[in-house]
Structures are given as structure tokens and as C-alpha cells.
């Protein structure tokens, strides 16, 4: 399998992490972000450190065009796509009653259309080279559902399914379709939450902590690495026992 990898949403949080434990691990990244620039530079600063070629693209995984063009860069760029991290993510809070279809296309077209169309076209590029690894991130709240996050809860869910399936869909092209689902992670998307609901929710974690970035970022490299050949259609919780 060609070591290089691309991760959506690596501007800032778990992406970053992830870009860089793949660079670690001797992986050439594609850092994909949809605004921050100079974040996404911050994280290609980090990345070389590890001596991998590292390349940015902006580009919105919900815009197919836009997602084309950067499968495209990245074959060119790095030669191949080995393995895919689907990270981009927005969250959603407020009441169900509140929904609108604004707030569900929102959610739902980064979330859940984002994935899928990166998977699509990484998994052409990835047939024709014999195989690849998808990652992608899902959450512990697509498991159990959060109370105010119904959407978002949803949106999770379908990536589980869209993991489960696409798993038995590409493994004859020997390619594996994994999942984390990270619990609550130290991000800039846990902003909102004040100090007393952080205390609350690190009480309800069985490791008594919250996550980090490279919590997350650890298991996305384990199933990009050879120990994970035989795994595909998993669900990694990486949630200090939030779920159990
Ligand atoms: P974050 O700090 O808010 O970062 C989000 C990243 O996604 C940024 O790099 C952002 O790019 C990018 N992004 C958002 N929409 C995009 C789009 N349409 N196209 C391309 N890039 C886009 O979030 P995070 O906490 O690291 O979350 C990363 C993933 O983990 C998400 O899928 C999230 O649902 C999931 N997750 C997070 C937690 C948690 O507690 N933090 C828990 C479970 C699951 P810009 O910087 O350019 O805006």
C-alpha cells in the first residue's frame, strides 16, 4: 500500500493530531482544510518535522468538485492515496424542536455527503493501486445519542452504517473501511460547552479525563498501519469508557 495519506478537517484538532501521527509514522499527508490557512500551515509545519513531503488543499468535502480536485492533487502530488482519514466534521446544539432543514443540510452535507464522496473518490483511485485503508471519524454520541445534539447524534450514525457498508462493499478490492468514534475530545468544536458541563461530562468518563486530540489520532494510525490488515467494518471507541 502507498504510504501517503489524506485527512480532511487537519487545520485544527483531531485532523491535525491524526496528520501527524501518520507523518510520524512515515506517511506523505495531504492536510485538507476548509477556511483556517494559516492553521492548515501550522499543521504542515508540524508534519515536515518528520521529514514525509506534506501538502495542503482547501477544499469543502461537501463540494464534489471541489473534492475531485483534491483526490486529484493528491495522486499527483503523492503519488497515490494509501489511506483516507474522513475527520471534517461540524457539530450542531439546541433543542429538536429548533431544527430547521438549514441546520440538517448543514450538518448532514459536511458529516455524512462529505464523507461518502471522499470515500467514493478515494476508493477509485485506491482500486485501481490494489487497496487502501478509509478511516473514518464518527462519535460516541452516533452510538448513544446526545440529548440536544439529535442531528448531529444522526449524523454520526449514518457514518457507523456508511462504515459497515462500504467495509463489505470494497473488501474484495482489498481495501478496509474502519471507524472511530472518539468521546469527548479536548477541540475548539467543544468550545461551547462551559466549565461546569466539561466537569460534568469528565465525571462521567470512567478514565476520569478528557480526551486529547492524539487519543484519537493514535487509533486512526493503528488502523492505518499494517497491524490492521485484518480489521475492516470496526467501530474503535476511544472514550475513556464514556460508553461501555
Ligand atoms: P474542530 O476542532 O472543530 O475542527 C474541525 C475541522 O474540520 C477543521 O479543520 C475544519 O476546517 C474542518 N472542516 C469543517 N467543515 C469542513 C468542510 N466542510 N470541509 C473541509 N473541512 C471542514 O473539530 P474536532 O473536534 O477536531 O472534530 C474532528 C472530527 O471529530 C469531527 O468529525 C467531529 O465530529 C469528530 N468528533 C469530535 C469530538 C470532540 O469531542 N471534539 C468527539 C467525537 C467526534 P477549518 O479549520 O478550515 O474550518
Known sequence: ??????????????G??????????????????RSSDSAAD???????????KCVKFCADV?????????????EMELGGVGVLVNNAGVSESGLFTDM??????????????????????????????????I????????????????????????VIGLTKALAKEL??????????????????MNACYDKATMADLREQTPLGRIGTPEDAAKAVAFLAGDGADFITGEVLRVDGGFVI
Open 1 to 14: 500500500m502507498k504510504k501517503s495519506a489524506v485527512i480532511t478537517g487537519a487545520s485544527r484538532g483531531i
Open 16 to 33: 491535525r493530531a491524526c496528520a501527524v501521527e501518520l507523518a510520524k509514522a512515515g506517511f506523505d499527508v495531504l492536510i485538507n482544510y
Open 42 to 52: 501550522a499543521t504542515l509545519a508540524l508534519c515536515r518535522d518528520y521529514g514525509v
Open 62 to 74: 461537501a463540494d464534489e468538485s471541489e473534492v475531485r480536485r483534491m483526490l486529484a492533487f493528491a
Open 100 to 133: 430547521t432543514r438549514e441546520d440538517y443540510t448543514r450538518v448532514f452535507d459536511t458529516n455524512v455527503w462529505g464523507s461518502a464522496v471522499c470515500a467514493r473518490e478515494a476508493a477509485k483511485i485506491m482500486i485501481a493501486a490494489g487497496g487502501g485503508k
Open 135 to 158: 478511516i473514518n471519524i464518527s462519535s460516541m454520541w452516533g452510538i448513544v445519542g446526545s440529548s440536544c445534539e439529535a442531528l448531529y447524534s444522526a449524523s454520526k450514525a449514518a
Open 171 to 188: 473488501a474484495p478490492s482489498n481495501i478496509t473501511v474502519n471507524c472511530v468514534a472518539p468521546g469527548v475530545i479536548d477541540t475548539d
